[in-house]
């Protein structure tokens, strides 16, 4: 293992350069200094500001928000993660608009049913489940063939929904076999378009979310240049105020010091050449708060290493400012 490198100070160590990162990162460096919890913390920088750092896995920007454009259409980007959000999300509207961003509407509705279904080699359109004598290549039961896949699954999200809460420990894919048949659910998860959704996910989740994301009189919006644009206009304003981001940085281990502060220690390099357990390059920083602006699956390993490098008696690392 190379030497660990000289140790840097922060006030606050943001782990993910996602949206969640960078916008947390950002309103840290920005308005933190204003924080009950945070405001002696900025009165010792010179600045008068928080000392705020990114710390990301990967060499880019923008976590599962992910744009790329294809060779001779520069003016369509092709969306890696996320491909939308709602009118009613009134927190990523207000960065957009003042950040200036260019969006539009993203049509999901198919009014004159005119969309093309191409499932187990047949072709058809949506109008044909409007035909009595439409047979589906799906050997359903009969009450399910005159329901289009969007029906199905919006007839169960309806049914529990005021319930879902109590459903944590059920799947919903469990949850639509209960109530339909096999070929029923095939369907669903074939024609939806959602197959995370029906596939694995807590029913206490997935529920919720498909209530709030088919709201009738919901907007769906689309950012022109791409998602990726908003966590990339995020980083560069965090960069302008004094932020520091550090890329390719995998995070190690965490440890609690004795004046309270947490050490944390980064992989640095190559995230190709990082290896699972074991550290390669070492960089420490020491930092009053941490936030871990990272994936469930991510989060959680965190929290289980820092139960068996820190005492029992011992806050959480992740301190929520």
Same mark, same amino acid.
Not at 83 to 109: C, D, G, I
């Given at each position: 293992?190379?030497?660990?490198? /000289?140790?840097?100070?922060?006030?606050?160590?943001?782990?993910?350069?996602?949206?969640?990162?960078?916008?947390?990162?950002?309103?840290?460096?920005? @308005?933190?200094?204003?924080?009950?919890?945070?405001?002696?913390?900025?009165?010792?920088?010179?600045?008068?500001?928080?000392? /705020?750092?990114?710390? %990301?896995?990967?060499?880019?920007?923008?976590?599962?928000?992910?744009?790329?454009?294809?060779?001779?259409?520069?003016?369509?980007?092709?969306?890696?993660?996320?491909?939308?959000?709602? !009118?009613?999300? +009134? $927190?990523?509207?207000?960065?957009? @608009?003042?950040?200036?961003?260019?969006?539009?509407?993203?049509?999901?509705?198919?009014?004159?049913?005119?969309?093309?279904?191409?499932? $187990?080699?047949?072709?058809?359109?949506?109008?044909?489940?409007?035909?009595?004598?439409?047979?589906?290549?799906?050997?359903?039961?009969?009450?399910? $063939?005159?329901?289009?896949?969007?029906?199905?699954? !919006?007839?169960?999200?309806?049914?529990?929904?005021?319930?879902?809460?109590?459903?944590?420990?059920?799947?919903?894919?469990?949850?639509?076999? *209960? %109530?339909?048949?096999? @070929?029923?659910?095939?369907?669903?998860?074939?024609?939806?378009?959602?197959?995370?959704?029906?596939? !694995?996910?807590?029913?206490? %989740?997935?529920?919720?979310?498909?209530?709030?994301?088919?709201?009738?009189?919901? +907007?769906?919006?689309?950012?022109?240049?791409?998602?990726? *644009?908003?966590?990339?206009?995020?980083?560069?304003?965090? %960069?302008?105020?004094?932020?520091?981001?550090?890329?390719? $940085?995998?995070?190690?281990?965490?440890?609690?010091?004795?004046?309270?502060?947490?050490?944390?220690?980064?992989?640095?390099?190559?995230?190709?050449?990082?290896?699972?357990?074991?550290?390669?390059?070492?960089?420490?920083?020491?930092?009053?708060?941490? /936030?871990?602006?990272?994936?469930?699956?991510?989060?959680?390993?965190?929290?289980?290493?820092?139960?068996?490098?820190?005492?029992?008696?011992?806050?959480?690392?992740?301190?929520?400012?």
């Amino acid at each position: 293992m190379d030497s660990t490198s /000289v140790t840097r100070d922060y006030d606050v160590a943001v782990i993910g350069g996602g949206i969640s990162g960078t916008y947390t990162a950002w309103r840290l460096r920005t @308005e933190g200094a204003s924080s009950p919890v945070l405001e002696d913390l900025a009165r010792k920088r010179s600045d008068g500001k928080l000392a /705020v750092a990114i710390f %990301e896995y990967s060499d880019r920007i923008g976590g599962r928000l992910y744009s790329m454009t294809l060779p001779g259409v520069p003016h369509l980007p092709i969306e890696l993660g996320g491909m939308r959000f709602l !009118n009613s999300h +009134t $927190r990523v509207k207000s960065l957009v @608009e003042r950040y200036k961003l260019q969006f539009r509407p993203l049509p999901t509705m198919d009014p004159k049913l005119t969309n093309f279904f191409y499932l $187990r080699g047949k072709h058809f359109t949506a109008a044909d489940w409007n035909n009595p004598s439409f047979d589906p290549p799906f050997n359903m039961d009969r009450g399910e $063939r005159a329901r289009t896949p969007g029906d199905l699954l !919006n007839d169960v999200v309806q049914k529990y929904y005021s319930v879902a809460h109590k459903m944590r420990d059920k799947g919903f894919w469990n949850l639509l076999l *209960a %109530e339909y048949s096999e @070929e029923a659910y095939h369907l669903i998860r074939e024609a939806s378009g959602y197959d995370t959704i029906v596939n !694995n996910w807590s029913a206490a %989740e997935a529920i919720p979310f498909l209530k709030a994301d088919f709201t009738p009189g919901s +907007t769906y919006l689309a950012l022109n240049q791409g998602f990726q *644009a908003l966590p990339l206009r995020l980083a560069e304003e965090f %960069e302008n105020a004094g932020g520091q981001i550090l890329k390719q $940085r995998r995070l190690y281990s965490l440890k609690l010091l004795k004046d309270g502060r947490i050490e944390l220690t980064f992989d640095a390099g190559n995230p190709a050449n990082f290896i699972y357990r074991k550290l390669q390059k070492a960089e420490n920083c020491i930092a009053s708060h941490v /936030v871990l602006a990272m994936p469930r699956r991510g989060r959680g390993t965190m929290h289980a290493l820092w139960a068996q490098t820190a005492k029992p008696q011992s806050a959480s690392p992740t301190k929520y400012v």
